[in-house]
Every structure is written in C-alpha cells, then in structure tokens.
C-alpha cells in the first residue's frame, strides 16, 4: 500500500493550507486514516484521525482549527488547516491502519510533506 500526500507549503499566520493523502489499494473505505506531525526535536505526535466510516478525533492543539475528512471513492483523505500558526510548522505524515480483514493489513506511512507557517 501507498501513500502519497501533497499540499504543504510555505504560508503566512493565520493562513491556510490543505493536505492531502492518496492511498493505492481496492478497500480504502476500510483504512483507519490519520494525519501526525513531527517538528525538529520533538516527537511525531497525532494530528487528526479518521475511520471508515468517518469519526473522527483531533490533537488538543489543532482542535476547532483543522478539519479532516475522506473521500473512499477517491481513496483520499484530506486536512484542512485554518488559523494556522508558527507552531503547527512540521513534517506532516499521511498514516493508515489497514485491519487483518484485508490481505494487506498492517501499519503504513507516506513519506510526509513540508508545513511552514511564518510569523
């Protein structure tokens, strides 16, 4: 399984930016999908995650400020980030949990994209 996301970028505070994540494979809609951070220093830590059939939960610090949504006909996942702030600057990693239901289950990893927010 692969995972690709795309979207990040340079932006200013208080901006916003869109990410998102393209999965390869026929049963998406079964992928427990989220979206971790990981700044200089400092562990990868849980954004947003999102389940099959899209609840969701948020990092305390993200919470009312990014969205996470999905869309399993197009095997992708997204995340919105509004009011963005110098803090949320970060490698962004697209993740997903496959279930042993699937042939490929298991835990995968995009190769993470840049978020640089200036103040």
């Known amino acids: 399984v692969q995972l690709v996301e795309s979207g990040g970028g340079l932006v200013q505070a208080g901006g916003s930016l869109r990410l998102s994540c393209a999965a390869s494979g026929s049963d998406f809609s079964i992928y427990v999908m989220g979206w971790y951070r990981q700044s200089p220093g400092k562990q990868r830590e849980l954004v947003a995650g999102?389940?099959?059939?899209?609840?969701?939960t948020y990092g305390a610090s993200v919470k009312g400020r990014f969205t996470i949504s999905r869309d399993n006909a197009k095997n992708t996942m997204y995340l919105q980030m509004n009011s963005l702030k110098p803090e949320d600057t970060a490698v962004y990693y697209c993740h997903a949990t496959i279930p042993p239901t699937s042939f490929y289950s298991g835990d995968y990893w995009g190769q993470g994209t840049q978020v640089t927010v200036s103040s």
């Open positions: 999102i389940s099959g059939g899209g609840l969701t």
